[in-house]
């Protein structure tokens, strides 16, 4: 292990912050769109121990220590604990298939709701990284920079996309009220298809 990758005190409680104020940001956001369950849990593994300590050794402030791990082992064990509980992450809905790609990777559709919370998730890291250079257009110009890769659900993907237009266009306010508006509508619906159901 180099000198360069070793914790420290200050690392570790660089790293805390951060992730202690992401978490605040996007239960804001949550709350917001009144997912409150979601906005308390958002990214709890992150201080399980698996990720904790590899957030600590490769806290630079400047972007994911993830990737300060791979610099340094080839992968990231902290990305792959995390995304394997997370369900905010697109990489959570990969499947394999055994008909239309025989053995290969699957894209599974996200839950709206979790939709929502990737959508909190992207601005809130937006913000963190960015702090008084952020600009409302970041997140969706994140997303057009192909970062997504192609194992996005397409459905997943415009969703995704139109939140975040919506926001670059037309602000918070306008976004998460319109964004809430979908969430109740959806509830709404399914509720009332399970009454169908029950007939
Ligand atoms: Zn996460």
């Not at 239960?27 to 698996?50: A, I, N, T, V």
């Not at 300060?68 to 499947?95: F, P, Q, V």
């Not at 319109?178 to 029950?198: C, F, G, H, M, V």
């Amino acid at each position: 292990m180099t000198e360069q990758n070793k914790i420290t005190f200050s690392k570790l409680t660089g790293h805390f912050r951060t992730i202690t104020r992401h978490r605040h940001i996007v239960m804001k956001e949550c709350f917001r769109l009144g997912l409150y369950r979601q906005g308390l849990l958002h990214d709890l593994s992150k201080y399980s121990p698996s990720e904790f300590w590899v957030g600590a050794r490769y806290y630079t402030g400047k972007e994911s220590p993830n990737n300060g791990e791979r610099r340094a082992t080839g992968y990231s064990s902290a990305w792959l604990h995390h995304k394997g509980r997370n369900k905010h992450h697109y990489e959570y809905w990969i499947d394999y298939s055994t008909r239309e790609i025989k053995g290969g990777i699957k894209p599974v559709r996200m839950p709206l709701k979790y939709v929502c919370e990737m959508f909190c998730d992207r601005v809130a890291a937006s913000k963190v990284y960015l702090g008084s250079e952020y600009n409302k257009t970041d997140p969706l110009n994140y997303f057009l920079s192909g970062n997504t890769g192609r194992f996005m659900h397409p459905d997943t993907a415009s969703l995704l996309e139109r939140y975040l237009r919506l926001l670059a266009d037309e602000g918070e306010d306008a976004a998460f009220g319109q964004i809430r508006e979908e969430l109740e509508k959806a509830k709404w619906t399914n509720r009332n298809s399970k009454k169908q159901d029950a007939k």
